[in-house]
């Protein structure tokens, strides 16, 4: 059974860190695409950053120059470092590993920043 686990939300004043972690069991993580996702209320879930099984990262938007995406593949965990955080960064966060041309999804962890 494959299963996303993501840790490190929570709430924080703008202009704070966050670090998402997204530890991945059930498939082979080494051969595995990561993503992060975010969804805010009232809008569709979007790309912030993926990184590929070579660790090749991309970041999106906002999240250039302020995100970093990184993964160890010994603790099969991919990790998601929010700098200076905005309240438009306000959103509930997904993990997303694609192996093999299935994509599977984390349950979510909630970000929040206050002005």
């Known amino acids: 059974q494959v299963q996303l686990m993501e840790s490190g939300g929570g709430l924080v004043q703008a202009g704070g860190s966050l670090r998402l972690s997204c530890t991945v069991s059930?498939?082979?993580?080494?051969?595995?695409?990561m993503g992060w996702y975010r969804q805010a209320p009232g809008q569709a879930r979007a790309l912030v950053a993926s990184?590929?099984?070579?660790?090749?990262?991309m970041l999106v938007g906002s999240a250039r120059g302020r995100f970093s995406i990184s993964r160890d593949n010994a603790k099969k965990t991919a990790y998601l470092q929010m700098n200076a955080l905005k309240p438009d960064d306000t959103a509930v966060y997904y993990c997303?590993?694609?192996?093999?041309?299935?994509?599977?999804w984390g349950q979510g962890t909630q970000v929040s920043v206050s002005s």
């Open positions: 997303n590993a694609v192996a093999w041309g299935t994509t599977y």
């Open positions: 059930g498939i082979d993580f080494s051969s595995t695409a």
């Open positions: 990184v590929t099984s070579t660790g090749t990262a």
